[in-house]
């Protein structure tokens, strides 16, 4: 999230060489797939508990958010807990209101506002957090080479060579993997709870993405990431959610860099650009008279991606900031959607009908459910006990 220049252009390339790639994507399945399987075995205790109602907004959260953190520092981090309660403080205050955003010269008001000594506050302590983290990683990697490398490994290693144009330091590994936390995580659980909503609020849509994916599996029981492309359905009902619900709707805040004239209008230099892809997303010009209904049916054999190719349709957004960590983020997203969707059905809690169920978001940097999605789990398909 640097501005531009030689550093982020570096940055962008660790993630895209070392990062984020696909092979290294791949090689985190098992990661993926463990975090998905603790979270659905505990839906199935409680729907066959005494407390079937299920919070889906909050195992969403917490399934993407024990998935990258396994990613990022492994399963053996202490500080876990109170790394991610730090991130979380840290996004909801850069979500918030900072006067000096819209009106530069009136900075001093953020320190008024108090907003400046906590985002200051909230660095310390996320930087002492970090200090232990790294020194509790070296001495594990010292006692024994790690199998597969961890973000934090791969980041350390750069940090410890000396052929870098802009040599790695470790407040470049803590913004790095702060920023991962930040971009990653609210935006990908943001996913799953639309995608659920939705289907919940469209039985047919549902009863189809459930039956293609039990048909597929021909009876098998253990879901595995190698399994996910048999489910086209699926696959365009994530396309259909990020098109209604896009996680980031107003992408991340830029700054014109030259001056320029964009239908007619007059960007200066040093504005600062929102782009809305909720609103493209519902644009009837693109979309058609049908632009506010869930369909997934509309990317049928379509050539519309979200790729940053068409821009009606750029939850990632696109060009040179396009998302470096779409496939992390799509994959991950996939893994938990089917989990949910195969092994469980589900409704609203007793006496709720679908017109009752809140589909308003939170305006902010990510748009999440305003309220949590909550429903009723029925075991169809048992978990391997594997
Ligand atoms: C479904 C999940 C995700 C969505 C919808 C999403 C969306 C976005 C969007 C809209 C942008 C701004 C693009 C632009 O300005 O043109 C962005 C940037 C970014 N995303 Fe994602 N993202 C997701 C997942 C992730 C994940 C999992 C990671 C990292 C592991 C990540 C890392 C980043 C970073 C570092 C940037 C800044 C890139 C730059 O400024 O050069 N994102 N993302």
């Avoid at 979270?39 to 195992?59: D, F, H, Y």
């Avoid at 000594?117 to 990683?137: M, N, P, T």
Wanted: with cysteine; glycine share 6%; net charge neutral.
């Amino acid at each position: 999230m640097l501005p531009y220049g030689g550093k982020w252009k570096q940055g962008r390339k660790i993630y895209a060489m070392e990062m984020l790639n696909a092979r290294r994507v791949k090689s985190y399945a098992a990661i993926r797939v463990d975090a998905v399987r603790k979270v659905t075995a505990e839906i199935a205790r409680k729907a066959s508990a005494q407390t079937p109602v299920i919070n889906l907004s909050e195992m969403a959260m917490s399934m993407i958010n024990a998935n990258v953190i396994r990613v990022a520092f492994g399963d053996k981090c202490k500080q876990q807990a109170e790394f991610l309660l730090l991130v979380k403080e840290a996004f909801s205050y850069m979500s918030s209101l900072a006067v000096s955003d819209m009106y530069p010269s009136l900075k001093f008001f953020d320190t008024l506002t108090g907003l400046k000594s906590k985002l200051e506050a909230v660095r310390g302590k996320l930087d002492k957090v970090f200090d232990e983290i790294i020194a509790q990683r070296q001495v594990a990697l010292a006692a024994q080479p790690a199998e597969e490398d961890l973000i934090i490994d791969v980041l350390l290693k750069l940090k410890d060579e000396s052929n870098q144009e802009f040599p790695i330091t470790s407040n470049d590994v803590k913004a790095i993997i702060t920023e991962i936390f930040l971009a990653g995580t609210e935006t990908t659980s943001t996913v799953i709870e639309w995608a659920m909503s939705e289907l919940i609020k469209n039985p047919k849509e549902m009863e189809k993405v459930q039956k293609e994916m039990r048909e597929a599996m021909q009876g098998k029981t253990k879901l595995e990431e190698s399994d996910i492309p048999k489910f086209s359905y699926l696959n365009l009902v994530i396309k259909e959610t990020m098109r209604f619900h896009p996680p980031a709707p107003l992408l991340i805040p830029r700054v014109c860099r030259e001056t320029c004239e964009v239908m007619g209008y007059r960007v200066p230099a040093g504005a600062r650009v929102l782009i809305n892809a909720f609103a493209l997303g519902r644009d009837e010009q693109y979309w058609g008279s049908d632009a506010e209904s869930f369909k997934p049916e509309r990317f049928e054999g379509s050539s519309v991606d979200f790729k940053g190719f068409n821009y009606e349709f750029i939850p990632f957004g696109a060009g040179r900031r396009f998302c470096p960590g779409m496939t992390f983020g799509l994959t991950s997203a996939e893994v938990a959607l089917a989990h949910l969707l195969f092994h469980f059905d589900w409704k609203l809690p007793q006496g709720m009908k679908i017109e009752d169920l809140d589909m308003m978001e939170i305006s902010g940097l990510a748009a999440p459910r305003r309220s949590p999605l909550l429903a009723l789990a029925k075991p169809i398909i048992p978990l391997s006990a594997e």
